[in-house]
């Protein structure tokens, strides 16, 4: 199976200051129509996980554009460039190029 | 507006079984595959399952942990996809959430509120 590790586990991040969270996988998630089908997903308490970015860098509508996402082989990053209180949250990276999906661990973001 | 509401949850025990359904709304159901992903209390999300649409076939992918023990089915005039799950373990308690599927790749566009299993004697 694809291990994905996502680090740090425990972000804490003053408010307006940026953040950073890596995922790294275990192997290529290039598939074979060319597309890398990595995803990141955000939890803020209680609620249902809701898709932030899909295919490393694609912003979700609605999801304001301090959120970016990149890769380089087989790591990939979400970047918040200016951390606000509504970004509290776990955020999980998740591949689905190889059977069975998989996600990381989660990085839990807290406001310092 | 797109929906997805998960129900079927509750107290269970050990070795038994429950069918949970997934039941979306404000899309055509029939054009998507659907995902389970599950999350146990104080943990983080685990890929349970995923069914194709009946365009590609309506066939279905496991985990290894539920392989063998659940099974996923849809009913496309109904708008509902099934998780059933069969002896279950105390390991399986956790918050099960169904995900639509936009095209390939686990890219999980819109996800239920989740129902809660317990497993239990």
């Known amino acids: 199976d694809v291990v994905l590790t996502q680090s740090p586990l425990s972000l804490p991040v003053t408010l307006g200051q940026p953040a950073s969270i890596s995922c790294r996988s275990s192997?290529?998630?290039?598939?074979?129509?060319?597309?890398?089908?990595l995803h990141w997903f955000q939890q803020r308490p209680g609620q249902s996980p809701r898709r932030l970015i899909y295919?490393?860098?694609n912003r979700d509508s609605g999801v304001p554009d301090r959120f970016s996402g990149s890769e380089s082989g087989t790591d990939f990053t979400l970047k918040i460039s200016r951390v606000e209180a509504e970004d509290v949250g776990v955020y999980y990276c998740m591949q689905g190029t190889h059977w069975p999906r998989t996600f990381g661990q989660g990085t839990k973001l807290e406001i310092k | 507006e797109v929906h997805l509401v998960e129900s079927g949850g509750g107290l269970v025990q050990p070795g038994r079984s429950l069918r949970l359904s997934c039941t979306g709304s404000g899309f055509t159901f029939g054009e998507y595959a659907v995902s389970w992903v599950r999350q146990a209390p104080g943990k983080g999300l685990e890929w349970v399952g995923f069914?194709?649409?009946?365009?590609?076939?309506?066939?279905?992918e496991y985990a290894a942990s539920v392989k063998g023990r659940f099974s996923i089915s849809r009913d496309d005039i109904n708008n509902i996809a099934y998780l059933q799950t069969n002896s279950l373990k105390t390991e399986d308690t956790a918050v099960y959430y169904c995900?639509?599927?936009?095209?390939?790749?686990?890219?999980?566009?819109?996800w239920g509120q989740g129902t809660l299993v317990t497993v239990s004697s």
């Open positions: 192997q290529s998630l290039v598939y074979s129509d060319g597309n890398t089908y």
């Open positions: 295919k490393v860098s």
């Open positions: 069914i194709r649409s009946k365009a590609y076939g309506g066939t279905t």
């Open positions: 995900a639509r599927e936009v095209g390939y790749g686990g890219n999980l566009d819109y």
